[in-house]
Each structure stands twice: as structure tokens, then as C-alpha cells.
């Protein structure tokens, strides 16, 4: 089983950026998502998460301005990215609990892509 986060790059102040992240492999079933961050010096933190029904959390800092979803016919999850702020710099992060057949779901951790909030 593979995840891998796509999307990242460099946005002015106030851009908008699309995350993505693909998962694959010998996958059953892909319980809850989620999008964690880590800026430098900082400790990884929760950006949101989504079940696999829909339901969704967002961290108070991105409340309003970013948006996950996820296409669960193509084990995939997005992160909408709008009015970007300075802060919004860290490497994010893909989790995905995944089951594979006749297994308990697991945590699976992508290798990340890097944002970049620069003028």
C-alpha cells in the first residue's frame, strides 16, 4: 500500500492551492483521511480529517478558507487551500487508514509536499 501526496509548490499570500492524495495498493477498505502539516520547528499538527462517510474537522486556523474532500470510487482525498496565509508554509502530510483484506485498518503515512506562502 502506497500513499502519496501531490499538489504543493509556491503561492503568494492570499493564492489558492489544491492538494491531492492517492492511495494504492492491496486496499479492502480506506476508513478516515486526514491532512497534518509540519512547519519548520514546529510539531506536526492536524490540518483536517474526513470519515469515510463525509464527516469532516478542520483546525481552527483553517476554518472557512480550506476544504477536504474525498473520491472514495478513486482512494483519493483533496485539500482545498484558499486566502493562503505566511503560516500556511509546512510540509503536508496524508494519513489514510487502510485496510487490506482480512487485515484491521492501519495508519498509513504519505512522504509529504512541501507549501510554500511567499510574496
Known amino acids: 500500500v502506497q500513499v502519496v501526496e501531490s499538489g504543493g509548490g509556491l503561492v503568494q499570500p492570499g493564492g489558492s492551492l489544491r492538494l491531492s492524495c492517492a492511495a494504492s495498493?492491496?486496499?479492502?477498505?480506506?476508513?478516515?483521511m486526514a491532512w497534518y502539516r509540519q512547519a519548520p520547528g514546529k510539531q506536526r499538527e492536524l490540518v483536517s480529517r474526513?470519515?469515510?462517510?463525509?464527516?469532516?474537522n478542520y483546525a481552527d486556523p483553517v476554518k472557512g478558507r480550506f476544504t477536504i474532500s474525498r473520491d472514495n470510487a478513486k482512494n483519493t482525498m483533496y485539500l482545498q487551500m484558499n486566502s493562503l496565509k505566511f503560516e500556511g508554509t509546512a510540509v503536508y502530510y496524508c494519513?489514510?487508514?487502510?485496510?487490506?483484506?482480512?487485515?484491521?485498518?492501519?495508519?498509513?503515512w504519505g512522504r509529504g509536499t512541501q507549501v510554500t506562502v511567499a510574496a
Open positions: 474526513i470519515s469515510s462517510g463525509g464527516r469532516t
Open positions: 494519513n489514510a487508514e487502510i485496510a487490506k483484506p482480512l487485515k484491521r485498518p492501519v495508519p498509513y
Open positions: 495498493g492491496r486496499i479492502y477498505r480506506i476508513d478516515a
